[in-house]
């Protein structure tokens, strides 16, 4: 089955960029849905982003200052993260729909 591994995290300052990505071990031409999502230290894990073929959604936190894409060619999600706020901080996954198993995921700091 298709697993996915989780980069680009790090330690940025209030105002910094990050560009996540999200390898994908098989194609994920036919996956229709992919999302970002993220967990803050004693929070649930909350939807960031999703991709449907073209069209992109994001929550209300994120918009404007996040964009998720998808290279198929590649096997890849990206999720371009700028404007970061040390709200923003938390460990960053990708999943599919349907939801396959989490990954490890990519830890996110951002510091005032």
């Known amino acids: 089955q298709v697993q996915f591994v989780e980069s680009g995290g790090g330690l940025v300052q209030a105002g910094g960029s990050l560009r996540l990505s999200c390898a994908a071990s098989?194609?994920?031409?036919?996956?229709?849905?992919m999302i970002w999502y993220r967990q803050a230290p004693g929070k649930q894990r909350e939807w960031v982003a999703s991709i449907v073929n073209s069209k992109t959604n994001y929550a209300d936190s994120v918009k404007g200052r996040f964009t998720i894409s998808r290279d198929n060619a590649l096997n890849t999600l990206y999720l371009q993260m700028n404007s970061l706020k040390p709200e923003d901080t938390a460990v960053y996954y990708c999943n599919k729909v349907p939801a396959h198993a989490w990954g490890q995921g990519t830890q996110v700091i951002v510091s005032a």
């Open positions: 098989e194609s994920i031409f036919g996956i229709g849905v």
